[in-house]
């Protein structure tokens, strides 16, 4: 699953490795003044929407070498998916951390499911053959970093003709074939609805956006959104990524207008109404960000991360058994987060159970969806094997100690 679309401490905002949260009728094109070049540096790095899906020169030495190899046996569909995902040819692998194009992707041989679907078009279009791009609605999945919520979707790519391959999930009808990056379970049953290539585009803008905005890129993160914007108004994520930028601007009165425009046209997105209770709380409309603070708590009752911080709390007081407890309660409603995964192991450890938080940590681990939470939680957990190991080694070189006989 990929990023993005944000909520923080500061704002919610969307990003998409595939997001969901997309308006289906058609808009008009945003209006002039939702835009305000003149608060940004201009971008430091070169945007462009079309360079998401263009073929590198490596690329093309791939499609026209190895490629060519497995189309001439396999046919053209079934030749194209194995030369790019079986194993002991490209190789590739899931990794969430970073939104990259189909040929950054290509180069460092990962990618989110956003790059991973953007590489594969790619090379469809290379050999003329159509593509769907499709939008899964998922359940909602939330991460946070550096203060920033991640509300995460989801998007697979459908080619034509089925395929014998089952080196990635694969299902379809006969004549369209649905390829999709993440495991059959997390997928199978869930509904979807195609869209179109802007919108593809406008997710990977509005990615690399929320991405730039993390590492407090800022003034990139606007011109990445702007952009987003600008290649599919129908997206609103991007607004709402918008206007959480205006307010790190301290511009309030965009924020705010471009938040009800939003709720103008989707009056129940929570990440939109999430992002307007702060801007009016810090503009001192008290009444008016409680009112919808109400609107918000009846829909969403309990708030992502809230179990989790209260859990960190109870660690910081060293009342590991309630934090285990509040861990436990985040853990049932998103088992996915690897982070929470990890601190419950941490307060199993907390309490002496060494077994609990080698299982928890290995659950971490096997959430992880980049290549630096593998690591980290893989240290972790070869740490506490080798914990679990020395504790056994104790217990064995344990000898009972007898009395003298008589006494």
């Known amino acids: 699953m990929t990023k993005i679309r944000v909520l923080s401490a500061a704002l919610a905002l969307v990003a998409a490795a595939g997001l969901a949260g997309c308006a289906t009728e058609t808009q008009p094109p945003p209006r002039a003044e939702v835009f305000f070049d003149s608060a940004f540096k201009p971008a430091s790095v070169h945007i462009d929407a079309q360079e998401a899906m263009a073929l590198s020169p490596a690329m093309k030495r791939f499609a026209e070498t190895e490629m060519a190899s497995e ?10 998916i ?9 190789q590739l692998d899931y990794d969430a951390e970073a939104t990259r194009t189909a040929a950054e992707a290509f180069d460092v041989r990962r990618g989110n499911c956003m790059s991973l679907v953007l590489m594969t078009a790619a090379f469809a279009r290379h050999f003329n053959m159509p593509v769907r791009f499709n939008s899964v609605y998922l359940e909602e999945s939330w991460t ?32 369209l074939l649905t390829i999709d990056f993440l ?5 199978r049953g869930h509904r979807g609805r195609v869209i179109d290539e802007s919108t593809i585009l406008a997710m990977y803008l509005n990615n690399r956006a929320a991405e730039a905005l993390t590492v407090g890129q800022v003034d990139d993160a606007y011109w990445w959104a702007r952009e987003a914007i600008r290649t599919d108004s129908r997206w609103l994520s991007a607004y709402n990524t918008l206007a959480v930028l205006y307010r790190r601007k301290g511009l309030m009165d965009r924020a705010e207008a471009t938040l009800r425009l939003v709720l103008d046209r989707e009056p129940l997105n929570t990440q939109a109404m999430s992002n307007l209770i702060l801007v009016l709380s810090d503009t001192g409309r008290r009444q008016e960000a409680e009112r919808y603070a109400n609107q918000l708590a009846q829909i969403q009752p309990i708030p992502p991360y809230k179990f989790f911080d209260e859990g960190l709390a109870a660690m910081r007081s060293g009342e590991y058994a309630t934090a285990r407890q509040l861990f436990r309660k985040e853990v049932q409603r998103a088992a996915y987060v690897p982070e929470f995964h990890f601190w419950l192991g941490l307060a199993n450890y907390g309490m002496g159970d060494v077994s609990g938080a080698r299982g928890e940590i290995a659950k971490a681990l096997e959430n992880s969806a980049t290549v630096k939470d593998r690591e980290m939680y893989g240290a972790k957990l070869a740490w506490l094997n080798e914990m679990r190991e020395q504790q056994l080694q104790q217990r064995q070189q344990r000898v009972p100690i007898r009395g003298p006989a008589g006494s």
């Open 71 to 80: 189309i001439r046996n396999k046919g053209l569909r079934d030749g194209l």
């Open 144 to 175: 946070r970093a550096n203060n920033i919520f991640f509300v995460a979707g989801h998007v697979n790519i459908s080619l034509a003709r089925p395929l014998t391959s089952q080196t990635r999930t694969i299902f379809g009808d006969p004549e």
């Open 82 to 90: 194995d030369a790019l995902y079986t194993k002991g040819r490209l």
């Open 183 to 187: 495991p059959p379970e997390q997928v």
